[in-house]
């Protein structure tokens, strides 16, 4: 149960007091940096039944309690995350999605169910089984049903002091703000670029400068990416964007090719990669840099030159909206055209 570098003064900060600990902490912070491991670690460090020297140490990992919780069978442990369809993504929670874009549950991850949170009054309710302390972990808690939601803050409302609940969260705006009030936020950012690559470094990762660039600085996406290989997909997409598109089709029909071959990219990641590129754009127009494809500055420029600032912002809206849709299109083909069409027109305007 380990927690990552850029944690560690965080973590020390937190278990400065352990005593003092609240019981209701709310990590909440952005994908793909560490969150879920961290509050494993924290589960770990409360329940450990013999915590080595400081009190900011991390958990022993091998007495009873850390033994059982390695091996998922802790009795004074709970986990709850969405069971249909729903195991955590890799790269711990899934892909980084641009700023403007925070709402809806995401597709192909179920909810935590209104039966999963009842099944916790019991633990929370009935005693020890070590006479202890239990914790109740819930990632990623915005995918808590609103009945669900109810029922948690009941048990919020009065927990018996020796329960700790930790919950995870990319997305607290879509908590209950009654919940969010009865839960302590720890705000966990993304590490510094050097730190990041670093690490990625350490993994195996040759191209963690450019991946942290492309996933917005989450080191966890980036190594993600790394491990199926994502960068050369992703290159595809953006060459289409970039060497001068003129013709729908012909986008269509590269990125069709992409989506068929055995690489793994859907569609929805291609909306979002194609999002991304539009959204840097209109980047390159107001601020006058780009945040994901610094490797295609040039070419950034270049199209920024010849469009329009409302266009492209028209142009990641409709992406936006038809990112909802991405899943089942009813032809593939035509969507993907279509995508085309509305980036080559947002270019366009600048040009008459
Ligand atoms: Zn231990």
């Not at 892909?95 to 597709?107: D, H, R, V, Y």
Request: glycine letters at 8%; charged letters at 20%.
């Amino acid at each position: 149960m380990k927690i990552y570098d850029w944690q560690i003064s965080l973590w020390e900060q937190l278990l400065s007091e352990p005593e003092k600990l609240p019981h209701a902490l709310l990590l909440g912070g952005p994908e793909g940096v560490g969150k879920l491991a961290f509050a494993r670690a924290l589960a770990a460090r409360l329940l450990c039944e013999n915590v080595p020297g400081e009190p900011s140490s991390l958990a022993c990992g091998s007495c009873s309690s850390c033994t059982w919780l390695l091996s998922g069978n802790h009795p004074d442990f709970r986990l709850i995350q969405p069971e249909d369809g729903a195991d955590a993504p890799a790269g711990e929670e899934g892909a980084e999605t641009p700023p403007a874009n925070a709402s809806g549950p995401k597709p192909g991850q179920g909810s935590i169910r209104i039966d999963q949170i009842r099944a916790l009054e019991d633990f929370v309710f009935v005693g020890s089984h070590r006479h202890g302390k239990r914790v109740a972990l819930i990632a990623p808690a915005e995918q808590i049903n609103p009945a669900g939601a109810n029922a948690l803050l009941k048990i919020l409302e009065e927990p018996p002091s020796s329960v700790y609940f930790i919950l995870v969260s990319s997305q607290q705006r879509r908590l209950l703000p009654t919940i969010l009030s009865r839960c302590r936020n720890i705000v966990f950012g993304r590490p510094e670029p050097n730190q990041a690559e670093r690490w990625l470094s350490a993994q195996g990762v040759g191209t963690g400068a450019e991946l942290l660039q492309l996933t917005g600085g989450a080191p966890l996406v980036a190594a993600d990416w790394a491990e199926q290989n994502r960068l050369a997909s992703y290159r595809v997409v953006i060459e289409a964007l970039a060497e001068n598109p003129r013709d729908p089709v012909a986008m269509a029909v590269k990125w069709l090719g992409l989506l068929k071959s055995e690489q793994g990219f859907a569609l929805p990641q291609l909306v979002e990669a194609v999002q991304k590129w539009v959204f840097d754009l209109s980047m390159l127009k107001i601020a006058g840099r780009c945040r994901y494809h610094g490797a295609w500055q040039n070419s950034l420029e270049r199209l920024a030159d010849k469009a329009s600032t409302t266009g492209l912002m028209a142009c990641y809206n409709d992406l936006q909206r038809i990112r909802a849709v991405a899943r089942h299109p009813l032809n593939t083909q035509l969507f993907l055209e279509d995508m085309a069409a509305r980036y080559l027109r947002a270019l366009e305007v600048g040009r008459s």
